[in-house]
């Protein structure tokens, strides 16, 4: 059974940082390309980020380049993604995925995916 748990939301200010992690089970983790997307009451599901199985390279929406980082602990099954100079918009419930590969949508070609997390980002 696979399982998919995200932690490290919460309430922040703006220009603050935060960081989620996302601990997998019951899947080979190093096999799949892992990511982030999120949901905001609202708007459009939007992807985040996903980091390559492949090469470990990551890549970002525009929304957050230059602001979140992506990494991924294979030995941990483990993903984190650290957020900085978080802005209200980036206000949502953030879910952890695992894909194929990250030339899929990230917002809807998960595989596997979490409860998620929720960022409150107050202005």
């Known amino acids: 059974q696979v399982q998919v748990v995200e932690s490290g939301g919460g309430l922040v200010q703006a220009g603050e940082s935060l960081r989620l992690s996302c601990t997998t089970s019951g899947l080979t983790f190093e096999s799949y390309a892992m990511g982030w997307f999120r949901q905001a009451p609202g708007k459009e599901r939007e992807g985040v980020t996903c980091i390559s199985w492949a090469d470990g390279r990551a890549y970002y929406a525009d929304s957050v380049k230059g602001r979140f980082t992506a990494s991924r602990d294979n030995a941990k099954n483990t993903q984190y993604l650290q957020m900085n100079r978080l802005k209200p918009d980036d206000t949502a419930m953030y879910y952890c995925?695992?894909?194929?590969?990250?030339?899929?949508?990230?917002?809807?070609?998960?595989?596997?995916w979490g409860q998620g997390t929720q960022v409150t980002v107050s202005s």
């Open positions: 995925a695992a894909y194929d590969s990250c030339t899929v949508d990230w917002s809807d070609g998960y595989k596997y």
